[in-house]
């Protein structure tokens, strides 16, 4: 009993002292002065529109999209028909949202079956398809950046129940004054499909071609995003973007000694 209370007594002893010593540490600053981060207000629900998104289909219509009337509008979604969908507008970095649904009436297999796309910049295909107890090369499976990597892991919904991507885009930068494409820095793509990462940070190796290897071919900074028409009623609804820049924070100039 007495070497316990000892034990307990030495106990609170040593960690006073520790208490002690952490009060006399000295609180590492940078020095770096950051502007304040921006207030945002999530959505209310996984998927949701946060505050500062742009709204680019709300399931009411697709006059954000060139081509768009091309589309058939109903409850709420639009189904892929006749002619690929580019934005009007035009985006640099950005985080994008984009719900889907592949057929529920299974036909085709393959690329065949339940194919569409999403492609950022106009050209890095990150592919939709239904991938459901469908098999074809690893590649060109839903979530792979298309014959670039296949997707880390498989979590696609049975055809015709909806899906999300949550995709989180980095534009290569070019050499302006370059004659021939000198990339600067290449293209970099994260994302996650139905909550789960399937690409982290891949490094885009430039177009993803259905024929020939992929290359860079140069382009401004800020492009449409294009989704593609591969004659499969696939759906989308609620698709969103935030074009994102990472806060540049300033380090005084140190003072020179006089
Ligand atoms: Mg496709």
Same mark, same amino acid.
């Given at each position: 009993?007495?070497?316990?209370?000892?034990?307990?007594?030495?106990?609170?002893?040593?960690?006073?002292?520790?208490?002690?010593?952490?009060?006399?540490?000295?609180?590492?600053?940078?020095?770096?002065?950051?502007?304040?981060?921006?207030?945002?207000?999530?959505?209310?629900?996984?998927?949701?529109?946060?505050?500062?998104?742009?709204?680019?289909?709300?399931?009411?219509?697709? *006059?954000?999209?060139?081509?768009?009337?091309?589309? +058939?509008?109903?409850?709420?979604?639009?189904? #892929?028909?006749?002619?690929?969908?580019?934005?009007?507008?035009?985006?640099?970095?950005?985080?994008?949202?984009?719900?889907?649904?592949?057929?529920?009436? &299974?036909?085709?297999?393959?690329?065949?079956?339940?194919?569409?796309?999403?492609?950022?910049?106009?050209?890095?295909?990150?592919?939709?398809?239904? *991938?459901?107890?469908?098999?074809?090369?690893?590649?060109?499976?839903?979530?792979?950046?298309?014959?670039?990597?296949?997707?880390?892991?498989?979590?696609?919904?049975?055809?015709? +129940?909806?899906?999300?991507?949550?995709?989180?885009?980095?534009?290569?930068?070019?050499?302006?004054?370059?004659?021939?494409?000198?990339?600067?820095?290449?293209?970099? &793509?994260? #994302?996650?499909?139905?909550?789960? #990462? #399937?690409?982290?940070?891949?490094?885009?190796?430039?177009?993803?071609?259905?024929?020939?290897?992929?290359?860079?071919?140069?382009?401004?900074?800020?492009?449409?995003?294009?989704?593609?028409?591969?004659?499969?009623?696939?759906?989308?609804?609620?698709?969103?973007?935030? +074009?994102?820049?990472?806060?540049?924070?300033?380090?005084?100039?140190?003072?020179?000694?006089?």
């Amino acid at each position: 009993m007495t070497n316990t209370r000892t034990l307990l007594l030495v106990c609170v002893a040593v960690l006073g002292a520790l208490g002690a010593a952490g009060a006399l540490q000295k609180e590492y600053k940078s020095g770096i002065v950051w502007p304040e981060p921006v207030l945002v207000t999530p959505g209310k629900a996984y998927g949701d529109p946060p505050s500062d998104a742009t709204v680019l289909f709300d399931g009411k219509d697709l *006059s954000k999209w060139n081509n768009g009337d091309k589309w +058939e509008i109903k409850d709420g979604y639009a189904v #892929v028909k006749g002619s690929d969908i580019l934005t009007k507008d035009s985006f640099g970095d950005y985080q994008l949202h984009v719900e889907f649904a592949t057929p529920e009436e &299974v036909k085709g297999n393959g690329q065949g079956r339940g194919n569409s796309g999403v492609f950022l910049a106009n050209r890095y295909e990150v592919q939709v398809l239904d *991938s459901h107890d469908n098999k074809t090369y690893f590649d060109g499976q839903c979530g792979s950046l298309y014959k670039q990597t296949p997707p880390m892991v498989n979590v696609c919904r049975k055809p015709g +129940e909806w899906q999300t991507y949550d995709i989180i885009f980095t534009a290569p930068r070019f050499d302006e004054s370059a004659k021939e494409v000198k990339v600067l820095t290449p293209g970099y &793509v994260t #994302v996650i499909h139905n909550g789960v #990462v #399937v690409q982290n940070h891949f490094e885009l190796q430039g177009n993803t071609n259905y024929d020939k290897p992929a290359a860079y071919v140069k382009h401004p900074l800020k492009q449409p995003i294009r989704l593609q028409n591969h004659n499969n009623p696939v759906k989308f609804r609620n698709i969103w973007i935030r +074009e994102i820049k990472a806060l540049e924070g300033k380090k005084p100039e140190e003072k020179k000694p006089e």
